[in-house]
């Protein structure tokens, strides 16, 4: 297993998605009382984001790996369809919408404080006719031979029927392609024949017809009778703080679990679905593309909300950098939004923290003392080469991130690789700006995109430069 994920060509990767869609949608607001109409709680709403759920989150996932994918899913020309659709414009991704006859499915979640308060489903759950049904095998045949590995993401929302199912694994298994499962419900013998399916402990105890206990023990017994019985190449069961365990023929693994906070499960699944494909797809072995799948959903279920991995987070995991404070620039507008919702100061500084030292850690507490949330641009490696000279950086991009991410001022870090933050500063639009030195505030880069400007002098007799020095033998 290569521990640079940059060895893979994920352009090369491509995924074929068949399942059920839905628009996710989000309400982030402040509880300050009890309604006088009811015993529940009053949301002041201060923002709203709109995310792909279902297999639209598998599909997002698999892009923020910068893999490709098409996916088949029902979806109406009404507003919840239009939105969707043009989020999948937005990620690039090809898309194939049945009209089913029935409303777009959206999930509506409100958020109250940092605690999901209420969850409103919007759906119509209908038998698609044979019409309908074969528009999508059509559309299937004509993409499969594009395709090495299918991906089936089933929601129980009425895609991936007893009818569609097996057509799927049959024309998939006749070409020698795999196709992969995440299962909903206890009819799996839709999914006779499939290559791997993807049940939590629940599902699995579900298609059993009892409560299985997880633990090893129990999992690999019952899991095995379940894969045998289906005639599955492996079954790969997500278990929680447990880790993943792959069944197959007399074959068993254990990968502990690599999440480090556990803050919102949703879309989790999706993950490993989404993660095994891409990496089965680029020929890992089962072993590997579980195990960075199991990775990947360490990542997200420290996230809030429906949110997908990105291939710059998986790396940074990879590399022992396994905390929510590391961020992608792709997720941090989101990030921005909803702590703005929760009426929080947003404060941003930048720079390459190449050597930690007595003068970085003063300044940061200082930024952040200005306001809520402090977010640490820090310069990549080939940023600080261009700035500082090709013996630098000391410690690398992630080393530098596992160091400041240890700092409880900061909250949040992105790796920025310009020789400026000027575009980052401008996605995220802080309150305030802070810059270290005796700058002007009238040349700090970005300040035209901040609240304002907040200029903190250097603890005198600090600098890497000057540590560097000492290292070689300076005074």
Known sequence: MSNKLLDYNFNKSNILIVGDIMLDRYYY???????????VPVINVKSEIYTMGGAGNVANNIKGLTADCTIIGAAKDDEA??????????????????DADMPTISKLRVIGGKQQIARLDFEEIRTFTDDINNQIKSIYLKEIEKHNVIVISDYGKGMCSEELCPFIIEKA?????KVIIDPKGAN??????AFLVTPNVKELSEVYGKEIANEDDDIIKYGSIVRKKYNLTYLVVTRSEKGITIIGENYVKTIPTQAMEVFDVSGAGDTVVACIAVFLDLGLDI?????YANLAAGVVVGKLGTAPI???????ALNGIHSSKVVSRSSISDIIKRERSFNKKIVFTNGCFDILHKGHVTYLKKAKSLGDILILGLNSDDSVRRLKGPTRPVNSENDRAVVLEALECIDYIVIFDEDTPLNLIKNIMPDILVKGGDYKVEDVVGREYAGRVEII??????????????LNGGK
Do not use: C, H
């Not at 414009?89 to 049945?98: H, L, P, R, T, V």
């Not at 298994?173 to 392609?177: H, L, P, R, V």
């Not at 072993?287 to 195990?291: G, I, Q």
């Not at 002098?457 to 000492?470: A, L």
């Open 310 to 316: 990105t291939l710059s987070e998986l790396t940074y």
């Open 81 to 98: 369809g239009r939105l969707l659709k043009q989020m999948f414009e937005n990620i690039n991704a090809s898309s194939y919408f049945i």
């Open 188 to 193: 799996w013998e839709k999914y006779n024949n």
């Open 173 to 177: 298994n006749a070409q020698n392609k």
């Open 29 to 39: 607001g402040s509880v300050s009382r009890i309604s006088p109409e009811a015993p």
């Open 287 to 291: 072993d590997n593309a579980v195990y």
């Open 457 to 470: 002098d250097f603890v005198q007799g600090y600098s890497t430069t000057s540590t560097i020095e000492k």
